[in-house]
DNA sequence: GTCTATATACCGATAGAC
DNA sequence: GTCTATCGGTATATAGAC
């Protein structure tokens, strides 16, 4: 008894190199790599170094342990993002910087993998944590962009949450296009072309 | 012996309702719905209603059926693209149109879906019609494009293969960010934003 | 051509020793 | 807490009867 699971994926971060966090962290690997339905538990435990034991002592069963997984890539993503959404400049540079930052392309986006997977999306729990990732990149996108218009540094024309919508889809349409290539360049195509759309929309400082 | 299966799924059309054509289109509906990982044999003959025996006589295994299935939606999908692109119309209405047409957003793009899976990225033969779709969609949207610009209908700053790139890449994070919210809507916002940015570029009928 | 029977491996989970 | 043993079920493919 004692089981470290009453409150299971809802734990905050575990110590460092607890065995906890090397399961979740192989499984945020593998879920990235292959998938919900692509990952079995066996394939977990190999990479994490423990036995079968271990797992379903900390974890109820797989599915608890990708939303952990899960949940622990979405934080890191929106901190990710927010570093770059609110450092300083206009709106455009800022949306800008979102687009051009470094990428794995080729990777694509672990979040947006997920939304692919039959299981995750069907199951509320597993979805969620997709759902808050993009429901807040999108209301984020679109706060800066109506700032700028505020500013006066972009058209009033624009409705922001659209726009921010399309800034979100070009990403994460761009990876599937670059995938399906097996090669980053239509990713940034994709980023450019928008990028440019959006660039005739900005007014010259006054 | 002879197998009809000699030329597996390069074989064309087969006639309707036959064993081959029902097991191409459970297969085209099952990977649709799960992917390539999370469809198997089974219940690809549960769905056509054959038994195992059938399927291995007309195709090699998994693969080559979803190869079968995967050209055929692949070559569906771009007759329907074209009968949009090549209809009468500017190249903003146009682009507009194939945006805008019927989706059933939720279930997403099945070819799309494909480029999330990894046995099917990774083997050369099952990507190749991905592939070849997308890069003849974006080169057709930039084709349509350049037209509107050579017409005087677009603006000439505009560089036809990015924002090409961008067309295509909203669809596919449209799915993406419908499916993690369950709802059309971000689909819609993002088709809605990109087209407001292009209308921008249109110039009046002189 | 189509069917059933069979084979080997892996799936996800549980039991219970240490 | 962690381990190994084990379970019933499925994945993918082959064998061989009809």
């Known amino acids: 008894m004692s089981s470290t699971r009453d409150s299971a994926a809802a734990a905050g971060t575990p110590p460092p190199g607890s065995t906890q966090e090397r399961l979740v962290i192989s499984t945020q690997e593998l879920l990235w790599e292959r998938g919900y339905v692509g990952t079995s538990p066996k394939a977990i435990l190999q990479r994490a170094g423990v036995g079968q034991g271990?797992?379903?002592?900390?974890f109820a069963g797989k599915s608890d342990l990708a939303l952990a997984a899960i949940r622990r890539t979405a934080d890191d993503m929106r901190a990710a993002a927010e570093e770059i959404f609110s450092a300083p400049g206009t709106a455009y540079d800022r949306v800008a910087a979102y687009l051009l930052r470094e990428r794995q392309v080729l990777r694509g986006c672990p979040i947006g993998r997920m939304t692919q997977d039959r299981d995750v999306v069907q199951d509320p729990e597993l979805r969620a944590p997709?759902?808050?990732?993009f429901g807040w990149l999108r209301h984020r996108i679109a706060e800066v962009l109506a700032e700028g218009?505020?500013?006066?540094?972009l058209s009033?024309?624009?409705d922001p949450s659209a726009v921010a919508a399309s800034v979100a889809a070009v990403v994460q349409g761009?990876?599937?296009l670059a995938r399906a290539a097996e090669d980053p360049a239509p990713f940034d195509a994709a980023v450019h072309g928008l990028l440019a759309l959006l660039?005739?929309?900005t007014t010259p400082a006054p």
Chains 1, 2 share one sequence.
């Open 156 to 158: 009033d024309a624009l």
């Open 149 to 153: 218009q505020r500013h006066g540094e």
């Open 54 to 58: 271990s797992m379903y002592h900390h």
């Open 174 to 176: 761009g990876y599937v």
């Open 130 to 133: 997709l759902d808050e990732m």
């Open 199 to 201: 660039a005739a929309q």
